[in-house]
């Protein structure tokens, strides 16, 4: 298979490598070569965070190449904007998805695991592998309430 | 692909893990980005004694020290701290080892999160000691096991060089079990742990001998492969840049280097006379390009411009063409101080004296960014009591103040303390002791009173120290703007050397409570702005140009409230 592309990008604080660390341990559950990486220290503070995300049967480089994401996860505006240009022609933006979950979740705490759900939709991972991942991360931090926000977001709309 | 005892971890936690199971016994190190991973990880395992140390050189002294005592040690720390480390480096070299003993150096490209980008695969041939670089987190684990072996085998000290990327990047590792390794024999050898001169001779004879029986390894191991596929291109890279290549020219012929010094000069002519053309392609200096030239081996570099930053995929096929950088980083976010920081409070009275600052390397070093704008000079960790002596000598004490954190103080900053007591300077000197060495993550340090591996242990007192350096006043008050501005006048105008230390409000990351936010009048606002410019993100100007106050965010400081005088802005009581 080929290797899937994956760009979060956001500000510090709103969970972007959480939810980028969810996908990659999903993914390694599947069976999959993973490689995430991102930047931590005087870039964290309240600036400017991204974290790449590839997966497949053999990775190289652990950054993605620019014009090759397949899908971005953008958690701001500004940053969504700036970062756009590294999307693929066919490439899914799901900054529209994310506008909207926005307007509908009330506890902004579950947006990360509420855009996950959508992202969900289109990687083919296994539902048990979803699940250990969160487990993993949450721990029992408002397990059930995540599981239930991710469901929620993964089982409506339109399929791939 | 079997999961079971596979876990995502990153470059340095992957690396952390492959040390332990080579059976080390101790490692030593100072935090700082991107390498404070690696000691943190150590922390979580009784077998090893892991530990925060005063500083680099300190760090790397007790490591060797362990070395010598017989258990498998390790150092690490980020390209900067090496230099702090030097000393005792340069002559590590020459004395050697006892048990397996590996200097990790996690260098920065691109400059992340350092005042610099130095690259220490120089110091590899500088200090006449072997040098391993890891392409990724699982090369990070299989190349740390061998680091030991390389180590033993030829009695040296190994350098082994990470970058960010690596560091940093995550990837499935294996988790495998821990060596049993028996501590080997201290035995008196002056000739080999006496570096007098005499001896150093001696040892620099063998130092060079031991070159060339590591250059005999580098051209045998398998860290150092020939991978041929086209044979009208061919790549010589090492570290992430290889995984650059190979991502852009899958069907290029490459020859990997994982252990790049020595260099392995036969496998090098043998690739060279197997392709037609070479280009090198590694991150910031040209260490490897050179050596080709001066081997006489025609090859293509990246054009000088490229030594700036860190690569990315798309840059190899520019390199190939030897095309300038076009692309520099820009539009990001500026990193900025947390809501509830006490440091704020300090910046914010600063900039009110009009003093100029000089400051150090922590959180802090933001406040040089407007609007704060409060900080004037870094250089490096301890340099702002150094350079403060003698700034207050030449433009008057009245005029400069130092400004330090209670980790950076404690790393280097005290020796600076004593020299300008001894050296009769006066003036002020601001700790900002805000509990912990927060730029890094919130690591204990001798003035917390904890280990790394968070027990308790002696606190070291701040008050007394300063004192017994010399300082003739010593002051510890709380993080309010207007207190801290009356003591920086107080204390500036008298012919006194004084240390002010700014306590008891901790760093947001160790103390999560909060306060009440300050309730927000919207009538009585005059849109004069003062509040905003404390830089604090949880007080905005939205586009139409009103104050928007971000309760969720706000630790209830109240530094906006000490800058509003209209009352628009209320404490919350």
């Known amino acids: 298979m080929k290797t899937v592309n994956i760009l979060f990008c956001g500000t510090g604080g709103q969970g972007i490598l959480t939810a980028a660390e969810i996908v990659g341990l999903a993914a390694m559950y599947d069976g999959y070569h ?21 997966f497949g049967k053999e990775v190289f480089s652990p950054i993605i190449t620019n014009g090759e994401v397949d899908f971005m996860l953008s958690f701001d505006k500004g940053e969504h904007d700036r970062m756009i240009h590294l999307l693929k022609k066919d490439g899914k933006d799901l900054f529209q998805d994310f506008a909207e979950a926005d307007k509908k979740i009330t506890d902004k705490k579950f947006l ?9 939709k289109y990687l083919g991972l296994s539902k048990e592998s979803w699940q250990k991942a969160m487990q993993d991360v949450f721990k029992s931090k408002f397990i059930e309430k995540n599981f239930e926000v991710f469901n929620s977001a993964s089982s409506n709309g339109d399929e791939k | 692909m079997n999961t079971k005892n596979y876990k995502l971890l990153s470059g340095n936690e992957a690396l952390a893990q492959g040390a332990y199971e080579a059976g080390l016994k101790f490692a030593g190190s100072y935090p700082g980005t991107p390498a404070t991973e690696i000691l943190e990880y150590l922390t979580q395992f009784d077998e090893v004694d892991a530990q925060w140390a005063v500083n680099e050189k300190v760090a790397f002294e007790v490591a060797l020290g362990a070395s010598f005592a017989g258990v498998r040690s390790i150092y690490s720390s980020k390209h900067v701290g090496i230099n702090v480390a030097m000393d005792p480096l340069m002559t590590a070299a020459y004395s050697g080892i006892n048990a397996g003993f590996v200097i990790v150096t996690a260098d920065d490209p691109g400059l992340h999160s350092s005042q610099n980008e130095q690259d220490n695969r120089l110091i590899s041939k500088f200090a006449k000691i072997p040098l391993l670089e890891p392409s990724s987190p699982s090369e990070a684990k299989k190349f740390i096991k061998l680091a030991f072996e390389i180590s033993e085998q030829f009695d040296t000290p190994v350098l082994f060089r ?22 080997k024999v201290f ?11 005499a001896n150093a001779y001696k040892k620099h004879i063998l130092l060079e001998e031991k070159l060339l029986k590591l250059q005999d390894y580098s051209e045998k191991s398998d860290t150092n492969i020939i991978e041929i596929k086209d044979k009208e291109l061919g790549f010589v890279a090492d570290s992430v840049s290889y995984l650059y290549v190979k991502e852009t020219y899958p069907g290029a012929s490459i020859l990997k280097l994982g252990m790049p010094f020595p260099f392995p000069d036969n496998k090098i002519k043998k690739f060279a006379a197997q392709v037609k053309k070479i280009v090198v392609v590694e991150e910031n200096e040209p260490f490897i390009e050179e050596h080709l030239l001066q081997m006489g081996i025609k090859c293509t570099g990246k054009h000088y411009t490229y030594r700036v930053g860190e690569l990315r995929p798309e840059n190899i096929r ?4 030897n095309k300038p950088k076009t692309q520099y980083p820009s539009g990001s976010r500026r990193p900025v101080l947390c809501a509830g920081c006490p440091h704020r409070a300090v910046f914010v009275a600063l900039r009110k004296t009009k003093v100029i600052v000089s400051g150090d390397i922590g959180c802090y070093t933001l406040g040089s960014l407007p609007p704060l704008a409060a900080l004037h000079t870094t250089i490096c960790m301890g340099a702002s009591v150094t350079i403060f002596d003698s700034l207050s000598k030449v433009l008057g004490s009245d005029k400069v103040v130092a400004v330090i954190g209670d980790s950076t103080f404690v790393h280097s900053g005290i020796t600076g303390l004593i020299n300008a007591a001894y050296n009769k300077a006066k003036g002020l ?28 242990t002696k606190k070291l007192d701040l008050e007394a120290l300063c004192k017994a350096c010399g300082a003739d006043n010593v002051e510890v008050i709380d993080s309010s703007c207007k207190s801290i501005e009356y003591k ?19 760093c947001k ?27 604090c993100p949880s007080i905005v100007k939205d586009e139409q140009g009103n104050i928007k106050l971000n309760s969720n965010l706000c630790a209830g400081c109240n530094v906006c409230v000490e800058m509003c005088k209209f009352g628009a802005l209320e404490k919350n009581k």
Request: net charge positive; aromatic share 4%.
């Open chain 1, 112 to 120: 990360n695991t509420y855009m996950l759900g959508i992202l969900s």
């Open chain 2, 429 to 456: 000197i601001i700790i900002l002791d805000n509990g912990t060495t927060a730029m890094t993550g919130a690591q204990p340090n001798p003035s917390t009173g904890m280990t790394a591996k968070n027990e308790q």
């Open chain 2, 488 to 506: 920086i006048k107080e204390y500036t105008i008298q012919d006194k050397l004084s240390v002010l230390i700014v306590r008891y409000a901790l």
């Open chain 2, 509 to 535: 990351m160790i103390d999560r409570t909060k306060k009440p936010a300050p309730l927000f009048h919207a009538e009585k606002c005059k849109k004069c702005y003062m509040c905003i410019s404390v830089d």
């Open chain 2, 162 to 183: 990470m970058t960010t990327r690596v560091a940093h990047t995550k990837e499935n590792i294996e988790i495998g079990q821990r060596q049993s390794i028996e501590n």
């Open chain 2, 187 to 197: 035995e008196k050898n002056p000739q080999k742990y006496v570096m007098v001169p």
């Open chain 1, 34 to 54: 993973v490689k995430k990486s991102e930047v931590h220290g005087m870039a964290q503070r309240g600036g400017s965070v991204e974290s790449h995300l590839r």
């Open chain 2, 318 to 321: 520019d390199i190939v063409e």
